[in-house]
């Protein structure tokens, strides 16, 4: 009986050993299978944080260029309205200058345009169109009628003319002296040198 428990017992562990394989092997795929399942949420959490950050960048992309156009229109807008604000100035101030050139005989009342605060846009432009539509009749009678110049602006052009001639004179009389007085600073520097050297050859001769 002992023999037979003895063979029993011992009979016993080929059985567990036979079994101890499958249960490692049921294990492994167990943690096989963990593995694999944390690897694809792991794979899928970076998809998903890749598309959110390539959503991001379409985002702030599109959220500059939208920035960049609003800002390029404000500008465009202030500078129109700076312009044609100062369109009428710049009018007055040439028909001012073309009355100085005609003279006496240019009777056309050049004015400022009134302008007034709640003058809209529209009407501003209307004024300054007409203002250019009057310059350029302007324009086209200073060229049908000859170019005169009043007797007193010739006179100062030419006493001008008069000073110019005569400031060049006398640079051409500076310029000649000072090269004259090279050419003698040239002598003397030559003179001296043989000098020097005539007093140089009479101490070696009395040496």
């Not at 394989?21 to 998809?47: A, C, F, R, W, Y």
């Not at 009134?114 to 501003?124: G, K, L, N």
Request: proline residues 4%.
């Amino acid at each position: 009986a002992r023999i037979a428990r003895n063979s029993g017992s011992t009979g016993g562990f080929p059985d567990n050993d036979e079994h101890v394989p499958v249960i490692v092997k049921h294990l492994d795929s167990e943690s096989v299978g963990v593995v694999s399942t944390d690897q694809s949420n792991q794979s899928t959490e970076t998809i998903i944080q890749q598309s959110a950050d390539v959503e991001q960048s379409h985002f702030r992309i599109f959220a500059a260029v939208v920035a960049f156009f609003v800002t390029l229109f404000a500008f465009f807008r202030s500078a129109t309205l700076k312009i044609s604000r100062e369109v009428p100035m710049f009018i007055l101030n040439f028909a001012r200058n073309l009355h100085d050139i005609l003279g006496p005989d240019f009777k056309e009342n050049l004015q400022q345009p009134s302008v007034s605060p709640d003058m809209t846009e529209t009407e501003f432009r209307l004024v300054t169109l007409r203002r250019l539509s009057d310059l350029e009749e302007n324009v086209k009678t200073l060229q049908t009628k000859p170019m005169q110049m009043p007797s007193e602006k010739e006179e100062l052009l030419n006493a001008a003319i008069y000073r110019v001639d005569a400031l060049e004179a006398e640079l051409i009389a500076t310029k000649k002296a000072l090269h004259e007085a090279l050419m003698r600073q040239e002598d003397l520097l030559a003179y001296f040198d043989a000098q020097e050297s005539a007093r140089f050859r009479g101490r070696r001769f009395c040496w």
